[in-house]
């Protein structure tokens, strides 16, 4: 089978990909975990199973290429293997461990582990952030299940794990998980001054009127390019509430309007959003006014919050910035708003925000 320099060289010889050093030093340590388990496994009554090899724990900045990486390991391999987000597999064993406590399980994190061990030999995580402090004191336990039943992890991480949970709540307790981590696992920075998701909106337009099948086709094609055509949902927890993005990869987020600014969110939710994410699709805005008052007005704080933070912003809308609110309480201050989105559509605050 080809090796994953070979793999990605060919990749780079179609046009699909751009070199990228910092890239080609991180495929080694896939290709050594890739290699490892394509070794056949000699059987015997008295043979002991052999050590699995070391994951990989791939960190740096956005847009960066890791996520790339890691499917192109994943497609590669030959052995049961799951890619997914780590935020999302986190929600799913929260889900199993509820359900097996309301059958009277005491201690359920050991058959919840033992069922994903049965079912995969490497777990594939995208974007590894622990926030949450029911996250934290769990994880010590699954990966020390996961790791002894022979579980290969390789993950994604914008942080070191140093900072994983980084000034959380009872973050002494959290701590032992690091150190597993750092003995299971290769920890390897991806070093690169180059932002490929910039490359793909570099002059690209992102704010489309009208908000009609043309825009949604115009926005189908950037999604699939900063994408790769992989999805998820993903849950964001804000003081026990939910934000909940039907779509989401990779720092990247998609979702109608009205799922944003339809709904009682406020400002702590939208600047959770914007630490979140560095893209944000936003899709059917419509004409603000009298009629849908409360919207604009979430929509105002929705932008605020994403300006600040420097993320991209491609939308659809019923009308130009500076006709989305002509009449009605708050269409003065609404060119600031209208201003904000003018200047988010310029090729510098691509650059900006892909900077950050």
Same mark, same amino acid.
Not at 257 to 262: H, K, M, P, R, S
């Given at each position: 089978?080809?090796?994953?320099?070979?793999?990605?060289?060919?990749?780079?010889?179609?046009?699909?990909?751009?070199?990228?050093?910092?890239?080609?030093?991180?495929?080694?340590?896939?290709?050594?975990?890739?290699?490892?388990?394509?070794?056949?496994?000699?059987?015997?009554?008295?043979?002991?199973?052999?050590?699995?090899?070391?994951?990989?724990?791939?960190?740096?900045?956005?847009?960066?290429?890791?996520?790339?990486?890691?499917?192109?390991?994943?497609?590669?391999?030959?052995?049961?293997?799951?890619?997914?987000?780590?935020?999302?597999?986190?929600?799913?064993?929260?889900?199993?461990?509820?359900?097996?406590?309301?059958?009277?399980?005491?201690?359920?994190?050991?058959?919840?582990?033992?069922?994903?061990?049965?079912?995969?030999?490497?777990?594939?995580?995208?974007?590894?952030?622990?926030?949450?402090?029911?996250?934290?004191?769990?994880?010590?336990?699954?990966?020390?299940?996961?790791?002894?039943?022979?579980?290969?992890?390789?993950?994604?991480?914008? %942080?070191?794990?140093? +900072?994983?949970?980084? =000034?959380? !709540?009872?973050?002494? &307790?959290?701590? /032992?998980?690091?150190?597993?981590? *750092?003995?299971?696992?290769?920890?390897?920075?991806?070093?690169?001054?180059?932002?490929?998701?910039?490359?793909?909106?570099?002059?690209?337009?992102?704010?489309?009127?009208?908000?009609?099948?043309?825009? %949604?086709?115009?926005? +189908?094609?950037?999604? =699939?390019? !900063?994408?790769?055509? &992989?999805?998820? /949902?993903?849950?964001?927890?804000? *003081?026990?509430?939910?934000?909940?993005?039907?779509?989401?990869?990779?720092?990247?987020?998609?979702?109608?309007?009205?799922?944003?600014?339809?709904?009682?969110?406020?400002?702590?939710?939208?600047?959770?959003?914007?630490?979140?994410?560095?893209?944000?699709?936003?899709?059917?805005?419509?004409?603000?006014?009298?009629?849908?008052?409360?919207?604009?007005?979430?929509?105002?704080?929705?932008?605020?919050?994403?300006?600040?933070?420097?993320?991209?912003?491609?939308?659809?809308?019923?009308?130009?910035?500076?006709?989305?609110?002509?009449?009605?309480?708050?269409?003065?201050?609404?060119?600031?708003?209208?201003?904000?989105?003018?200047?988010?559509?310029?090729?510098?605050?691509?650059?900006?925000?892909?900077?950050?």
């Amino acid at each position: 089978m080809d090796s994953l320099h070979d793999i990605y060289q060919a990749r780079v010889a179609s046009g699909a990909l751009k070199s990228d050093d910092a890239q080609l030093a991180a495929l080694p340590e896939l290709e050594r975990i890739r290699a490892e388990l394509a070794q056949p496994v000699k059987r015997g009554f008295f043979r002991k199973a052999p050590e699995p090899p070391k994951g990989l724990y791939l960190w740096g900045g956005v847009g960066r290429g890791k996520s790339m990486l890691m499917d192109l390991f994943v497609d590669a391999l030959d052995v049961p293997a799951r890619r997914v987000h780590f935020h999302a597999f986190m929600q799913e064993i929260h889900t199993d461990m509820h359900r097996l406590r309301s059958d009277g399980v005491e201690d359920p994190i050991k058959p919840v582990a033992k069922a994903v061990s049965d079912a995969v030999r490497v777990l594939a995580f995208d974007e590894m952030q622990i926030t949450d402090i029911t996250d934290a004191m769990i994880v010590g336990r699954l990966f020390e299940q996961l790791f002894a039943a022979g579980c290969v992890v390789v993950t994604t991480s914008n %942080r070191i794990p140093d +900072d994983l949970y980084k =000034d959380g !709540l009872n973050r002494q &307790l959290f701590v /032992p998980f690091i150190g597993q981590l *750092k003995e299971k696992m290769v920890v390897k920075e991806l070093v690169s001054e180059r932002d490929h998701r910039q490359d793909r909106l570099q002059g690209a337009q992102v704010y489309f009127t009208p908000a009609d099948s043309n825009a %949604r086709k115009q926005i +189908d094609v950037l999604w =699939d390019e !900063l994408t790769h055509g &992989l999805e998820e /949902p993903l849950t964001l927890h804000v *003081k026990g509430r939910e934000v909940k993005l039907p779509r989401y990869h990779n720092g990247v987020a998609r979702a109608p309007f009205y799922d944003l600014c339809g709904k009682m969110l406020g400002p702590g939710d939208y600047l959770k959003l914007a630490e979140t994410v560095r893209v944000l699709m936003v899709e059917d805005i419509p004409q603000l006014g009298r009629s849908n008052f409360n919207e604009a007005k979430r929509f105002v704080t929705l932008v605020d919050a994403l300006y600040e933070a420097g993320v991209c912003l491609i939308a659809s809308a019923a009308a130009k910035p500076e006709m989305l609110y002509v009449e009605g309480s708050g269409s003065f201050e609404f060119e600031r708003t209208a201003s904000r989105l003018r200047e988010m559509q310029s090729a510098e605050w691509g650059v900006r925000a892909f900077k950050k």
